[in-house]
């Protein structure tokens, strides 16, 4: 199997294979070495760490907003079918553990009830 190289080109080399799961992360061939296989591998997750914290705190900052907007024009503070619409759309996608990520980003975005 081959290791993780990340090119912020989109026009990589033709011999390269992506990442599993994505189609933006090339890969170029570590087998021989699988040191380096596991160092390119744990880059790529560093970086997949980076964007989710980035998208984590936007999110939530985005979902704070909506939340003082609402209240501000006389809604209430949580909207129940929009938080179960949030829920089965991540246990859709992620099964169980979905269910759990959902209840964390929403509480993210809402703080403590």
């Given at each position: 199997?081959?290791?993780?190289?990340?090119?912020?080109?989109?026009?990589?080399?033709?011999s390269?294979?992506?990442?599993?799961g994505t189609d933006?992360?090339p890969i170029?061939?570590?087998?021989?070495?699988?040191?380096?296989?596991?160092?390119?591998l744990?880059?790529?997750?560093d970086?997949?760490?980076?964007?989710l914290?980035q998208?984590?705190q936007?999110?939530?900052a985005?979902?704070?907003?909506?939340?003082?907007?609402?209240?501000a024009?006389g809604g209430?503070?949580?909207?129940?079918?929009?938080?179960?619409?949030?829920?089965?759309r991540?246990?859709?996608a992620?099964?169980a553990?979905?269910?759990q990520?959902?209840?964390?980003?929403?509480r993210?975005?809402?703080?403590p009830l």
């Amino acid at each position: 199997m081959n290791g993780t190289m990340v090119s912020d080109s989109p026009s990589a080399a033709p011999s390269t294979d992506t990442a599993p799961g994505t189609d933006t992360a090339p890969i170029t061939d570590t087998a021989d070495d699988p040191q380096a296989r596991i160092a390119a591998l744990r880059a790529r997750l560093d970086e997949i760490d980076a964007s989710l914290i980035q998208l984590w705190q936007e999110r939530a900052a985005i979902s704070r907003e909506v939340g003082v907007t609402r209240v501000a024009s006389g809604g209430t503070r949580l909207v129940l079918s929009r938080e179960r619409e949030i829920l089965d759309r991540f246990r859709t996608a992620l099964g169980a553990d979905g269910t759990q990520l959902a209840l964390l980003v929403l509480r993210a975005g809402r703080g403590p009830l």
